[in-house]
């Protein structure tokens, strides 16, 4: 269309005697005006399909990068927050159960009010942290974990954790008529802390820490939450479950926790 109105302006311009001067002078406007519409609307088009395309681009990479956020239900990293806030807001959005596993348990023994009401309102909690007794009779052990976290009175905040949280679970399921809090121990030293709600369904988010030693200590937040797992690709918060579950010889993936004979429960 545009070289067919450049090729008949060009005859009309250079030939003028083909048809009368006002007949020529016409189709050179209408056909100079034509050409200015079509024109626009071609770099229009063009500007339209560019936009389109580097949105539909946009798109795909925004989806993809989902994916591969998705792709083992690690959804955030280096969370830069109050640990004690970060245990509150997994604790908070759970409905059924909460796992909390770590080694001293400080800052959760500190957190009486918060358990009490989620206990109350149905929660079943569980709270797994190193056998305060192994550590003091196991020969070296309280140094090593002292130096692994840089504190040498690591053991006694363990024992005292252990003390709060095995009277807190007490006195809450009394007033609970039930077994809502239960505290277990594991032997071992655990690189990694977690909050976990819901484990054993596809609900199943928290929060994991790896706990990192060197010059100054440094721990490694993130959150996760359910995926597809399979027999190649397993989520992060899967192996978290089974991990702690490994650990305290409860296992936590089921739909209904069970574990076996001797398993540390609040007396």
């Known amino acids: 269309m545009i070289v067919l109105g450049v090729s008949t302006n060009l005859l009309l311009t250079f030939a003028p005697d083909v048809v009368p001067a ?15 519409l079509v024109a626009a609307a071609v770099v229009t088009q063009r500007l339209r399909h ?6 539909l681009a946009a798109q795909v990479e925004k989806e993809a990068e989902d994916k591969r956020r998705e792709l083992r239900g690690v959804v955030s990293a280096g969370r830069e927050r109050v640990r004690g806030a970060e245990f509150s807001e997994v604790l908070l959005g759970a409905r059924r159960r909460l796992i909390v596993h770590g080694v001293g348990m400080s ?16 929660l079943e909690i569980h709270i797994v942290m190193v056998d ?9 052990m309280a140094g090593v974990l002292a130096r692994y976290y840089d504190n040498p009175q690591v053991l006694r905040q363990v024992e005292k954790a252990h003390r709060d949280i095995a009277t807190m679970a007490r006195e809450v399921n009394a007033e609970c008529a039930d077994e809502r809090v ?5 032997q ?17 988010n928290g929060l994991v820490e790896f706990h990192v030693t ?16 399979d027999a190649r690709d397993r ?16 296992d936590f993936s089921a739909t209904i926790p069970g574990g076996p004979p001797g398993v540390e429960r609040p007396r």
């Open 50 to 55: 560019t936009l389109d395309a580097e949105a």
């Open 182 to 186: 239960r505290l277990h121990t594991y």
């Open 214 to 229: 060197g010059r100054s200590p440094r721990r490694i937040r993130f959150g996760v939450k359910y995926y597809r797992d």
């Open 235 to 250: 989520s992060v918060v899967s192996q978290m479950v089974d991990a702690i579950s490994d650990l305290s010889g409860y």
């Open 22 to 36: 006002w007949v020529a002078s016409a189709v050179v406007v209408c056909t100079s005006a034509t050409l200015v």
């Open 188 to 204: 071992a030293i655990s690189p990694f802390g977690a909050t976990i709600a819901e484990p054993g369904t596809p609900e199943v």
């Open 132 to 140: 305060p007794r192994w550590l003091r009779r196991t020969w070296g």
């Open 107 to 122: 800052v959760v023994s500190r957190e009486r009010d918060l358990i009490r009401t989620a206990a109350l309102g149905g």
